[in-house]
Nanobody
Framework: QVQLVESGGGLVQVGGSLRLSCAAS????????MGWYRQAPGKQRELVAT???????DYFESVKGRFTISRDNAKSTWYLQMNSLKPEDTAIYYC??????????????WGQGTQVTVSS
């Protein structure tokens, strides 16, 4: 069983910062891609950022220059540093992992979600 546990959400004022973390545990061969998604009330879940094992990162256009994704492969942990937060960043943030199991099958796993609220 693979589990993703995330933390770091909270309430912050406009322009503030938060750092989210996600830790993966369980039996797996490798984590091929790590990422963060978010879902606001009444909206679909959307990709925020992803990172590969070679530190190649991609970002959703609206967060470029403000958010930074990073990882620690040895600890199976990744982070999302969020700066210059805006009210439109308010959402539940979910960490995500694309995992290759020891039978070489690939699966997607999700964290439980953490609430980020940006207010003025």
């Amino acid at each position: 069983q693979v589990q993703l546990v995330e933390s770091g959400g909270g309430l912050v004022q406009v322009g503030g910062s938060l750092r989210l973390s996600c830790a993966a545990s369980g039996t797996m061969n490798s984590i091929d891609r790590m990422g963060w998604y978010r879902q606001a009330p009444g909206k679909q879940r959307e990709l925020v950022a992803t990172i590969t094992t070679d530190d190649s990162a991609d970002y959703f256009e609206s967060v470029k220059g403000r958010f930074t994704i990073s990882r620690d492969n040895a600890k199976s942990t990744w982070y999302l540093q969020m700066n210059s937060l805006k009210p439109e960043d308010t959402a539940i943030y979910y960490c995500h992992a694309s995992v290759t199991m020891y039978n070489y099958r690939n699966f997607n796993f999700w964290g439980q979600g953490t609430q980020v609220t940006v207010s003025s």
